[in-house]
Structure formats: structure tokens, C-alpha cells
């Protein structure tokens, strides 16, 4: 096969690209290229997590569905990933009453999003970028400063500063981004962050003593109690990790539970069916941090030799499960870009973030849209019913009438498009139904009046 000739700003040869951050997108986004037959360092500010591990209570359990399965099987680890997951087929509902409920994901109840620790994803990821012909791994070099216009950057070592030069710069380095600090200050870059009034801490449910799971190992939990909530996913260990979504201050917040006779009472009333399940209840609250939760939105994602993915460029908040899946299409639809442009980068770059833009923003809002629905809306009986509604819909008009969430979850349709589509099906569902109550209606008639 011949060799890949890719061209740059001003029409120079592009031959080595530095990825700023080896989360999630900044590994495959490193391998995708590699294979391209570039020069790729990837640059990390921490040590190797592989090597010193996840910091406590920052993991999240990922979700991964659809979209992240289609990328991960682009550099063969979709296979791998399944292997380490567990897959979830629909939400079951906790009440205060302990009383369990529970809601299927598709129409048939047999597609699943899967449940993968981040850590472990995260560890696949690097062992496939340190495999790959062309990556250089730097661990321990955090970006200092990064010019824009030659592609050259500062990072910062435990032996002191270091320089270094690239031909373009993926900024993949999370929402409070350093190369997105970089470009941000020029005129006409948009930025903003909107945090919720909520922050998220991480609990642990362990198996029981006999080794098992203490819930239903097929399901994303949720205890959903209005204006807050606490989820569960499984662990291969058989361990649950859990997820406080809660206000920060005020009433039934983190800052209102200090001692651990009021943590150990709270959870007794409001969890009560969880709160004998977790042994560390206590411990954990005290010492795991309490993380924010943020929506980042940032254009353009492109100036000169630098290029935004990820969190960097679309942070969204973690409630339909599809942070880790949109940034992973971010690395796809770039790849895209550079075989759709014959490899001229500025042309890649303006055609990706115009294609990527909608969709990113699309996500950001179904994600806030979807805090409500798991913290309140699932106990709703109006909800319950428009959701059977819905899966009968999709049961009976396979293909042409599909939930949200199954579009969001188990399709790669581009978000963009989700919302409009629903529209046009709830249309021609709403009308479909007057057809079928008017003809019931003259039938009545018509029944009354030969009686």
C-alpha cells in the first residue's frame, strides 16, 4: 500500500502530530493516526495509570453502547471491551418504600448498554497505543505553554521544563482543557461552562458474602428521589460502584451529612433497601471527593495547527451515559475527515468540527434533559405509560418507530438527528392514532345505531 502523504497549514508536509492527554479519545485518536503512518506522541501530565493506578473515587463507570462498540472495533478492541463489561438491559427503580420496579432499555429487552470500568478501558486503550508502530508515550508531561502558529509546546517534568514541536496538536486533554487554554483568548473563540448545582460522589456496594452480587447484576440501578438520585452499575469483581448525584449545599446535600450518625441515618431513610448492602458507607462518603459536574461548550474547535476532541471541545454531563461514546466518534469522524480530504489537514480539521459540532451540541442537551427523566420522571405513571406506549409503538413498526434512547444507545444516527426524527414519528403516531379512534368512534355509531 502506498504510503499516506498528508499536507498542513501553508501546504507543508505533516509528518508528526502531538495528542495532548491519554484519556479515553487521546489513545485511540493516537492509534488511528499511527496507522496512518504518522509520527504521534502522546503526552500525559500523569504518571502511568497503569502502573499507579485510578485515583480513588474519580472512576464513573462508563456505558458503553453502540457507538463506543463501532470505534473500539476500528483498532480490534470492541471484542476485549465486551469481554470486561456487563451488560445492562434496562433500569431498576429503588423506592424510599424499598419497593423495586423495573423498566427494559429496548422494545424486546434484549439490547443492553454495558457496564466497563473506566480505568480498565483506559488500560486497554494505552496497551494498544504503546503497541502501535508510530506512538511514543510520555507520561509525567504536563503542557505549559503551546503556540498555535508553529506547533510548538512547553511541558513541564519532574526534571523541569522540556520542549518539543509538532506538525499539528489534538488538544484531547479533558473540560478544563490546557491546549484549549491556549487558543481560547483569540477573538472569535465562544467559550463557556455551566455547572450544575450537583456534584457526584462515588459509594461501593460489595458482594455478598458468599461472593455474589447483592443486586441484580443486569441492570443499572437507580434509587431516584427527585431533585437528586444514586445509581449502581456492576463490576466483574461483583462489586457495585455507585454514583451520588446530589446538591452540594442546602438541604439533603453533601454539605448537610458531616457526622457519621447523621450519613448512616440519612441513608437508612432515604436508601433503605441499599444502606445494609454498603459496609463502607461511612468511609467512603468522608474520603471520596466530590466531583462537579460541567457542560463545556467551546467554537471554533480549530485554529492554526491545533484542534479541540473530546471533553476538551464538548464536555457534557454523565447522565446518558454517552460522554466516553460521543468522544470516541470525535477520533472516527477525524479519521473520516483525513480520507475524505486526501489527507490535507486544514481541510480535515474545517470539515470535522463542522460535521461534529451539532451532534456534540445535540448530545450536551439530552444529557441535561435526561438528569430530570432518572432523578424524577421514571417514578412518574405518565412516564411509565408514554414508555410502554412507545416500545408497543416500536414492537409493531419495527425499524420505523424508534425510542430516543434506543437511537441515543444502540444506533450511530448522528445526534443531530435524533430529535427531529422523534418528532416526525410522534406526528405520524398522534395522527395514526386519530385515524384509528375515529374509526373505532364510527364503529360505535354505526353499532348504536342498529341496536
Not at 19 to 31: Q, Y
Not at 187 to 216: C, M, N, R, V, W
Not at 267 to 279: E, G, I, Q, S, V
Request: hydrophobic share 40%.
Amino acid at each position: 500500500m502506498a504510503e499516506e502523504v498528508f499536507t498542513g497549514i501553508g501546504g507543508q508536509p505533516v509528518r508528526r502530530v502531538a495528542v495532548v492527554g491519554a484519556g479515553l479519545a487521546g489513545c485511540l485518536m493516537a492509534v488511528l493516526l499511527a496507522r496512518r503512518g504518522l509520527e504521534v506522541d502522546l503526552y500525559e501530565r500523569r504518571s502511568d495509570p497503569r502502573l499507579v493506578g485510578a485515583e480513588r473515587g474519580r472512576s464513573i463507570n462508563l456505558a458503553i453502547s453502540a457507538r463506543g462498540l463501532d470505534a473500539l472495533s476500528r483498532v480490534g478492541l470492541d471484542e476485549q471491551a465486551l469481554a470486561a463489561a456487563l451488560p445492562m438491559h434496562g433500569r431498576t427503580l429503588h423506592g424510599t418504600d424499598g419497593k423495586v420496579g423495573y423498566q427494559s432499555y429496548s422494545a424486546d429487552g434484549t439490547r443492553a448498554i454495558n457496564s466497563i470500568s473506566r480505568s480498565g478501558l483506559n488500560a486497554s486503550l494505552l496497551d494498544c497505543a504503546e503497541q502501535t508502530p508510530g506512538v511514543t508515550l510520555h507520561f509525567g508531561h504536563q503542557l505549559r505553554t503551546l503556540d498555535a502558529r508553529t506547533g510548538d509546546l512547553v511541558l513541564g517534568t519532574d526534571d523541569g521544563e522540556v520542549t518539543a514541536t509538532a506538525d499539528i496538536v489534538i488538544g484531547s486533554d479533558g473540560a478544563y482543557s490546557a491546549v484549549r487554554r491556549a487558543i481560547q483568548f483569540a477573538e472569535g473563540f465562544d467559550f463557556s461552562q455551566s455547572f450544575l448545582p450537583h456534584g457526584y460522589k462515588e459509594l461501593t456496594i460489595p458482594p455478598t458474602a458468599d461472593g455474589d452480587f447483592a443486586l441484580d447484576e443486569h441492570s443499572l440501578h437507580i434509587w431516584p428521589r427527585g431533585s437528586s438520585m444514586m445509581i449502581a452499575l456492576p463490576n466483574l469483581d461483583r462489586s457495585f460502584t455507585c454514583t451520588l448525584f446530589w446538591p452540594k449545599t442546602g438541604a439533603d446535600s453533601f454539605a448537610a451529612l458531616e457526622r457519621p450518625d447523621q450519613i448512616d441515618a440519612y441513608f437508612r431513610t432515604h436508601y433503605p433497601d441499599a444502606h445494609p448492602l454498603m459496609p463502607t458507607l461511612v468511609e467512603d462518603f468522608q474520603h471520596n471527593p466530590v466531583g462537579s459536574l460541567v457542560t463545556v461548550r467551546a467554537y471554533p474547535w480549530v485554529r492554526d495547527r491545533v484542534a479541540l476532541l473530546g471533553d476538551a471541545a464538548h464536555a457534557i454531563v454523565p447522565f446518558f451515559g454517552q460522554g466516553a461514546n460521543c468522544s470516541f466518534e470525535d477520533c472516527i469522524e477525524l479519521d473520516r475527515c483525513l480520507t475524505d480530504s486526501a489527507g490535507d489537514w486544514s481541510a480535515a480539521l474545517r470539515l470535522y468540527q463542522e460535521r461534529r459540532k451539532p451532534n456534540a451540541d445535540a448530545i450536551a442537551e439530552m444529557a441535561l434533559e435526561n438528569f430530570v427523566e432518572m432523578s424524577d420522571k421514571v417514578n412518574s405513571k405518565v412516564f411509565q405509560a408514554v414508555t410502554s406506549t412507545r416500545h408497543f409503538l416500536e414492537r409493531r413498526l419495527p425499524e420505523r418507530y424508534v425510542s430516543r434512547y434506543e437511537l441515543v444507545s444502540f444506533t450511530t444516527t448522528p445526534y443531530a438527528q435524533i430529535n427531529g426524527r422523534i418528532r416526525r414519528q410522534d406526528t405520524i403516531a398522534g395522527a395514526a392514532a386519530a385515524v384509528a379512534l375515529g374509526g373505532l368512534a364510527l364503529g360505535v355509531r354505526r353499532l348504536l345505531r342498529r341496536g
